[in-house]
Structure formats: structure tokens, C-alpha cells
């Protein structure tokens, strides 16, 4: 049994990574009441998103490489640099959560061009999501739902897995990638495919990737007694300069899926670096420009389409929601205040 919780708590993990990763809504299951069980997880924190609860906001650049202009019209593939701002967080919907080596993290990030356009992508460090529509994204939520007696009922996670199989598979190659020891050094996934458009319409299907320039370290083996100890390591690296990661952009062949980011793509397809990103300084949310911002992965510029992935469609509905809702609440300040900087 304890086992399954293991289980049941890595895949919960990568299920929040998304946020609300969903499909089809219909009128049986809203993107109102997909947040509706995150708030009945993890209770209500007004003000604050309602996954990925706990972050900071991220400042710097993105310099195009220009080799994805190929494959996309996108301003921001053409050589040059455009200003970025975005965030770093943890999956989970508790403003104060302690740090964990094995906590799922995220980055999400804000392109905008010198012709006004704007790009939104929200970004994880896990290789797949466990499963592949709404459904199966609200039955992994609601077995964390707490029953009559407080806890959540121990039958309810093997009957999601039993009810879809194809979490069996995603989970092991999430349990079988390790984890870095922290943000510089961790590699972000897009999980969902898109599709990038040439300047004559071609569309080609894509996943993208942030790799870092920091070489891997493996995962702290117990939590230090710093409960930010995560943002903290990161708040010491770039107190000695800009951290970078490489966008790397992978091109899907003829019957990869495009509509099942459960499913990972084969290691040999063909890559394109399509730039730099520098990350400069951090800022806490309520002094920072992350905090009322919607990481909407529908928000594309011209040049990237959605693909026909039914999660994409469900995440912006409910980002929207969640949005509204917070927006509309008091605000208390973010666990994580980094030190002011001279020059951030």
C-alpha cells in the first residue's frame, strides 16, 4: 500500500504540473468544476493560483539562433533578441509548501516581438503527463479528494489506474527520470505538441524543450531544513550571473502523436536549436509581473498553431477560470522573496 501512495503521489505530482490539464469539457465535467477538486485538494488560498501555487517571477532575454525560422514564420524565431519575463514554480496548489528534492517544478515564459506579438508557454520538468484527456486528469485529481473521515480513500488511486491504463506507462518513464538539484540546472518540457507554420503555410509538428547550459546534478537525497531551499539555490546561482537554457525544438515525424502527451516521442527525431534564453533576475510576485498574468498556452503568435491535443483547449479554459478567480481576491505576499539586487 505504501507503494501505491509513492505512486500515487508522483503521479498526482506530474498530474498538477499541468495545472489543469483537461480535454473536451462537456456538461457533465467543467473546467469550473476541475478546479472546484483543486480547491477541494488543496483548500482555497486567496489570491493565489490554484496549482502551481508557490513561485517567483523570472526577468531576461531570448536570443534567436534564426535555424527555427525555417519551419516557422514566428517573429521570435528570426534572429535577434526580445525581452522575457515568466516564472518559476512548484505543481501543487499550497502557497507555502515546504521545498522537496522530488517536487515537480515548472517554467513558464512570456515572449514579447517588436511587432507586439505575444507568446505564452507554461513548461515542466517531467518527461510525459500521465494521462491523456480531461477525464483522466480529473479522476487522478479527485483520488486525492479527502473523504468523511479527512483522507483520501485508498482504493480510489488503483481504480483510476485500472480505469486508464495508459497512466501505467507514463508513470514509469516519470519515476524513471531523476530529478536535478534544482531550477538552473533542470530541463523544462512544452509536453503538448504544437504545430509551427513556414511563410508558406507548411505546419510542422513540434515539441519544444528548455535545456539547461548548467551541467545535471542529481537531486538532493533528503529536503534540507530551508523550506524555499529550491528558490534559495536559485537565488544564490544568479547572485553569480545569468543562468541559460537552450530551446530546443523537436520535429515530429509521420505517426508521432500530436494529441496524447502521455506519449513521449523517439529519442532520434530531429532537433532544432532555435535560440537562448537568459534568465537574469528574480523578483517576488507581488513586486514582480508574473502575478496577474494568465500563462495561457493557447496565447501563440503567428507562426505556431495548437495542435489537435485536446489538453490544450482545457488548459486555457481553465487557467481562465482559476485567473478570474484570483483576481478578484485579497492578496497576501508569496513564500518566496528574493533579496532586491542592484541592476535586477
Known amino acids: 500500500m505504501l507503494a501505491m501512495a509513492g505512486i500515487g503521489a508522483v503521479v498526482l505530482g506530474a498530474a498538477t504540473a499541468f495545472a489543469w490539464a483537461g480535454g473536451l469539457f462537456s456538461h457533465r465535467l467543467t473546467q469550473t468544476r476541475i478546479i472546484n477538486t483543486f480547491e477541494a485538494v488543496n483548500g482555497v488560498h486567496p489570491g493565489f493560483r490554484r496549482n502551481h501555487t508557490k513561485g517567483v517571477c523570472l526577468a531576461g532575454t531570448f536570443q534567436a539562433s534564426g535555424d527555427a525560422a525555417a519551419i516557422s514564420d514566428a517573429v521570435v524565431f528570426k534572429p535577434g533578441t526580445v525581452p522575457v519575463f515568466g516564472r518559476f514554480a512548484l505543481a501543487g496548489g499550497m502557497p507555502r509548501t515546504p521545498d522537496t528534492p522530488s517536487t515537480v517544478r515548472s517554467m513558464a515564459l512570456n515572449f514579447t516581438t517588436s511587432n507586439g506579438e505575444v507568446w505564452r508557454t507554461g513548461m ?19 483520488t486525492a479528494k479527502p473523504g468523511p473521515n479527512g483522507k483520501p480513500d485508498p482504493a480510489a488511486f488503483p ?6 491504463p495508459e497512466a501505467v506507462q507514463a508513470i514509469a518513464i516519470i519515476k524513471a527520470t531523476p530529478f536535478s538539484k534544482g531550477f538552473a540546472d533542470d530541463r523544462y518540457e512544452s509536453l503538448n505538441a504544437f504545430l509551427f507554420v513556414d511563410a508558406a ?4 509538428p513540434v515539441r519544444w524543450a528548455m535545456v539547461p547550459v548548467e551541467p545535471f546534478q542529481p537531486a538532493l537525497k533528503t529536503a534540507p ?4 531551499f529550491l528558490f534559495t539555490d536559485l537565488e544564490r546561482r544568479l547572485a553569480k550571473g545569468p543562468v541559460q537554457w537552450h ?18 516521442w523517439p529519442k532520434d527525431r530531429v532537433k532544432i536549436d532555435a535560440g537562448v534564453l537568459t534568465v537574469s533576475a528574480l523578483t517576488a510576485e507581488e513586486d514582480g509581473n508574473c502575478r496577474d498574468i494568465n500563462f495561457d498556452p493557447m496565447m501563440l503568435p503567428h507562426g505556431i498553431q495548437p495542435s489537435d491535443d ?3 483547449s482545457a488548459r486555457s479554459a481553465a ?18 522573496q528574493p533579496p532586491a539586487r542592484q541592476g535586477a
Open 201 to 204: 503555410g507548411k505546419k510542422t
Open 124 to 142: 515542466n520538468d517531467i518527461p510525459v503527463l500521465p494521462v491523456k484527456d480531461v477525464q483522466g486528469f480529473y479522476d487522478q485529481v479527485s
Open 319 to 336: 487557467y481562465s477560470v482559476s485567473f478570474r478567480r484570483r483576481a478578484g481576491e485579497p492578496k497576501s505576499p508569496s513564500a518566496v
Open 159 to 164: 481504480a483510476f489506474l485500472k480505469k486508464h
Open 310 to 312: 485536446p489538453l490544450l
Open 225 to 228: 531544513s530551508d523550506q524555499n
Open 247 to 264: 530551446l530546443i525544438v523537436t520535429i515530429g515525424a509521420p505517426g508521432d502523436p500530436t494529441n496524447d502527451a502521455s506519449k513521449m
